[in-house]
C-alpha cells in the first residue's frame, strides 16, 4: 500500500526567502510518480510539478523545484524566493505507474508568507 | 482549452435529499476520477472511471454512493439521502489515458448538508 507523510501541519516564510516542504513516502512499487498540488484559499487543486521514480534529475518548474532523494523516500518541494500568492495549503501525492493508479495524498501542510 | 469543470461549485442539501455533483473532464480526457476531502484533510480516493464503465470504486461508500460516466455528457456523483459526514469538498480529475501521469483537478463541489 502507499504512503504520503508531510509531519509539517505548517510553516512560515518571509516574502521573497526560499522554504521547504517535507514530503516522505512508502510504497513496494519500483515504478512510481510524485506529485505536489497547491490548494490556495479558494480551492481548487494546482498541479505544481512531478517527479517519476526513474528520472535522474529533480524537477523543476520556474520558482519550484523538488528534492528527490529516493533511497530516503523523500520528495521535498521547494519553493524560491516566496511571494504573498504562494500562501494555500500543499499536498504531496503519489501514485503508481504500472497501469491505472489512483492518487494518495498527504495530509497537506499550510504555508504562509508573511511580507 | 477548458480545464476540468464541475458543477455546481457549492450545493447545500437537507439530510435525505439527494446530491448530484457533474464533471466534465478536459476536452480529449477519457478518464475520470472523484476524489472527497474532509475538512482539515487531504484527497481520498473514491471511483475511477473511463466511458461507460466504473473502473475503481473502491473508494467509495457501497451504500447511498454512485457514480456514471456515460458516452455522452459529464460523469455525474450521486449521493442519496445524504447524512452530515457526507459535507465535504468533492474533486474530480481527469487524464488523457490510465498510465498518463499527471491528473489534472476540477475545482471541486463543496458539499453541506444541514
Known amino acids: 500500500a502507499q504512503k504520503i507523510t508531510q509531519t509539517q501541519p505548517g510553516m512560515f516564510v518571509q516574502e521573497k526567502e526560499a522554504v521547504t516542504l517535507d514530503c516522505t513516502y512508502d510504497?513496494?512499487?519500483?515504478?512510481?510518480?510524485l506529485f505536489w498540488y497547491k490548494q490556495p484559499s479558494s480551492g481548487e487543486m494546482i498541479f505544481l510539478i512531478y517527479?517519476?521514480?526513474?528520472?535522474?534529475q529533480n524537477a523543476t518548474e520556474g520558482r519550484y523545484s523538488l528534492n528527490f532523494q529516493k533511497a530516503r523516500k523523500s520528495a521535498n518541494l521547494v519553493i524560491s524566493a516566496s511571494q504573498l500568492g504562494d500562501s494555500a495549503m500543499y499536498f504531496c501525492a503519489m501514485r503508481e505507474l504500472a497501469g491505472y493508479s489512483t492518487l494518495t495524498f498527504g495530509k497537506g501542510t499550510m504555508l504562509l508568507v508573511s511580507p | 482549452n477548458a480545464g476540468v469543470m464541475q458543477n455546481p461549485r457549492h450545493l447545500v442539501r437537507r439530510r435525505g435529499q439527494e446530491a448530484r455533483l457533474r464533471c466534465s473532464p478536459m476536452k480529449g480526457h477519457s478518464h475520470v476520477y472523484w476524489y472527497r476531502q474532509l475538512p482539515e484533510e487531504g484527497l481520498k480516493f473514491m471511483v475511477y472511471?473511463?466511458?461507460?464503465?466504473?473502473?475503481?470504486e473502491s473508494g467509495m461508500p457501497k451504500e447511498r454512493f454512485s457514480a456514471e460516466f456515460p458516452k455522452e455528457g459529464p460523469s455525474i456523483l450521486r449521493i442519496q439521502q445524504v447524512v452530515r459526514g457526507d459535507s465535504a469538498a468533492y474533486f474530480c480529475a481527469s487524464c488523457q489515458g490510465a498510465d498518463q501521469e499527471t491528473q489534472y483537478f476540477g475545482p471541486g463541489t463543496r458539499l453541506l448538508v444541514l
Open positions: 517527479q517519476g521514480s526513474y528520472d535522474q
Open positions: 510504497t513496494s512499487d519500483p515504478s512510481y510518480g
Open positions: 472511471l473511463q466511458k461507460e464503465n466504473i473502473i475503481d
